[in-house]
């Protein structure tokens, strides 16, 4: 969301008569999943969040238009892994257009690692270790959808480079 005006498309929810502006349908989702995947979902209330997004009378989604913003973004890994924890866990209704995307391995193995470490102490707050760290860095390697995203991850990751630096290169 680096160079996106997320608030060009808001709307505004009425709040005790007052009028405030609030993210897009659309955009929410974007953010939810990648909110829960930066921190690598150790939070359940998170998947819940967009199943009841999803599930809600005001959300009605052109899934289409959705999946073509999150690879604008480069975070159509992230959504998606967001929908199929929703659906996995709560049931959530997704249309064919995303279950099919939901269903090759790459999906299939960010799905579950991320129901396994749901389950397990790795990502608590107060474990740290080596074998955390290079989890989370692979977690966050494959969360990044194309080979110019994983390259600067691992600069990031290993240099310290900003974005900043990275355009000049």
């Known amino acids: 969301f680096k160079n996106y005006d997320v608030f060009k498309t808001s709307q505004e929810t009425m709040i005790n008569q007052t009028a405030i502006p609030t993210l897009d349908t659309k955009i929410l989702l974007l953010y939810l ?13 998170w998947i819940v969040d967009i199943d009841r997004l999803i599930q809600s009378e005001e959300a009605s989604f052109d899934w289409d238009e959705i999946l073509k ?7 159509k ?7 199929g924890l929703a659906k996995d866990l709560f049931h959530t209704p997704l249309p064919s257009i995303i279950q099919s995307q939901l269903s090759n391995n790459r999906m299939k193995k960010l799905i579950s690692f991320i129901l396994t470490t749901l389950n ?8 740290t270790s080596h074998e955390k760290n290079l989890t989370v860095f692979k977690f966050h390697l494959a969360l990044q959808d194309t080979l110019i ?4 991850f691992i600069l990031q990751t290993l240099f ?3 974005d900043r630096d990275l355009m000049m290169v």
């Open 69 to 75: 913003l999150a690879s604008d973004l480069q975070s």
């Open 160 to 162: 310290g480079y900003s």
């Open 33 to 45: 999943c990648n909110h829960g995947a930066s921190h690598m979902w150790e939070r359940l209330e």
């Open 77 to 83: 890994t992230s959504l998606l892994l967001g929908l």
């Open 120 to 127: 397990s102490d790795l990502i608590s707050k107060d474990h």
């Open 149 to 152: 995203t994983k390259t600067g």
